[in-house]
């Protein structure tokens, strides 16, 4: 018979992969999980604008290698680099909300 656990919800599953909230090893995962969203979305948003990475790179002004990492989730980003590839390079609005 096969040994399946069972979890009550998704924030189960998360405690027993990585910790409970505010351990090193859940931080580390929510920023990483965090920076994989960001990135998801700029890629995302780049593809329907019709650019490559280059291109958007050049209206943003950064570095295509640049782009590719943050789309790839592996790259911290700076605020001011983040509204420049979204409102210069995406042509788009930035909307942030503390809650």
Not at 40 to 47: A, F, H, S, T, Y
Not at 70 to 94: A, H, M, P, Y
Request: charged share 35%.
């Amino acid at each position: 018979m096969e040994n399946k656990e069972k979890y009550l919800d998704f924030e189960d599953l998360l405690e027993k992969r990585h910790g409970k909230i505010g351990s090193q090893s859940r931080d580390d995962f929510e920023l990483k999980s965090k920076a994989f969203i960001i990135g998801e979305m700029i890629k995302e948003e780049r593809k329907l604008a019709k650019l490559s990475q280059e291109q958007l790179a050049e209206k943003a002004g950064t570095k295509k290698s640049y782009i590719s990492r943050i789309e790839n989730g592996n790259s911290d980003i700076q605020l001011t680099t983040l509204f420049r590839i979204v409102e210069s390079g995406l042509g788009k609005k930035l909307n942030l909300s503390i809650f």
